[in-house]
């Protein structure tokens, strides 16, 4: 009996070690992704997968990957944790994927977490900051974005340089905005200065009128606007529409092209946490190479920030695939992001190690100027 028993345990164990490895054949390898394709933030996360099928497909057209081509399924979750996890099992059972790649929400990744663990796939380049899934070492996830951590430190230093003393914080009750106002708080009180107004906004039903006149009231110089999609646009629409100016920042998940589209020429002076290169930079390598295969694919096509960061999470995990060679697993491919020390494209670097896998914290403010462009 005890000699069935343990048999059928090995038998398990060796089931669950192969079973993200079924997504590795001869001729493929297969990634998926649980991301917000629709509602308010639908437009922003499809710049997102964009840009990484951009860099994809000039992969598989030069012959894939040591001989595999690369195939990336994405399911729709509309920014809802258990539509999340419902999609993650999905791709890891159904769909049998390799890796998953590039998921959405910061709510969406701890909730998937479980998963990732008991079928032992990797989530490489989730899109969110949180310092929370930053703490410790979680063998199956892999960042690759500097943290909201970084960021917020990085937009007080700005504060406290130009003097500016009453700030007021708006977020909505989300998990991102939860995520964004515990950074806030904690950064406040390492700068001495604390918030004039924590303005919270219903995500389902969000009175901005009724925030907008919290900010008034507040005399903020500076709002920093903790939130993604038409929220920051929506917003900042109803501050200005108040005798209220204050300085607007906010952070890299913002999608400067919705910002620009809803607010023209009112865009002009807000400022973003940005956390990937500058894309008027050409002399970064992996700029160049971004805005080369995006002009071959459509000569009209504008270049955009969210979808630049799908292209350069993709280039590393590329790099990443590369380096492991043919002989692709979980383990070995873990074991190469851990061992391979920096990877480097011009000024953005990451680096993986046994004690850490946060990637990169490379994060610079850049203001929208009267093109609607980022300036660095």
Do not use: C
């Not at 009180?189 to 918030?195: D, E, F, T, V, Y």
């Not at 046994?354 to 929208?368: F, K, Q, W």
Request: no cysteine.
């Amino acid at each position: 009996m005890g000699m069935r028993w343990l048999g059928g345990w090995l038998l398990m164990v060796a089931a669950a070690v192969q079973a993200g490895d079924e997504g590795v054949t001869p001729t493929e390898i297969h990634l998926g992704a649980s991301q917000v394709l629709s509602g308010p933030l639908g437009p922003q996360t499809q710049q997102y997968g964009e840009g990484a099928r951009l860099l994809f497909d000039a992969v598989n057209a030069t012959g894939g990957i040591h001989g595999r081509r690369i195939r990336f399924t994405a399911l729709d979750d509309g920014f809802d944790p258990k539509r999340a996890v419902d999609n993650t099992r999905q791709l890891i059972e159904q769909h049998k994927v390799f890796m998953l790649f590039n998921s959405t929400g910061t709510a969406q990744t701890a909730a998937v977490l479980p998963l990732l663990k008991e079928s032992r796939t990797i989530l490489f380049g989730p899109v969110t900051g949180a310092s929370s899934l930053r703490e410790g070492v979680n063998p199956f996830l892999f960042h690759v974005r500097a943290s909201y951590a970084n960021e917020t430190e990085r937009i007080f230093s700005q504060l406290r340089q130009i003097g500016v003393a009453r700030v007021a914080f708006v977020y909505p009750e989300d998990g991102l905005g939860k995520t964004l106002l515990a950074e806030v708080q904690k950064a406040s009180a390492a700068a001495a200065m604390p918030l004039a107004a924590e303005i919270r906004l219903d995500p389902a039903r969000p009175d901005f009128a009724a925030a907008a006149t919290a900010v008034a009231q507040s005399q903020a110089q500076a709002v920093i606007v903790g939130a993604a999609g038409q929220t920051f646009p929506n917003l900042v629409k109803a501050v200005l529409a108040t005798p209220a100016r204050p300085g607007f920042y906010g952070y890299s998940v913002a999608s400067l092209d919705v910002i620009h589209r809803e607010l023209q020429d009112k865009a002009r002076g807000i400022i973003l946490a940005q956390i990937m290169p500058s894309l008027r930079n050409t002399t970064i390598p992996v700029v160049a190479e971004y805005l080369k295969l995006l002009k071959a694919k459509n000569p009209d096509a504008a270049p955009s920030a969210s979808q630049f960061e799908g292209f350069v999470h993709a280039r590393l995990l590329v790099e990443g695939l590369r380096r492991t060679g043919r002989d692709l697993s979980t383990e070995s491919f873990r074991r190469t992001l851990q061992t391979s020390g920096e990877m480097a494209f011009g000024r953005f670097t990451a680096r993986y190690s046994p004690r850490s896998h946060n990637g990169s914290d490379y994060v610079e403010l850049a203001i929208i100027d009267a093109q609607g462009q980022l300036r660095y």
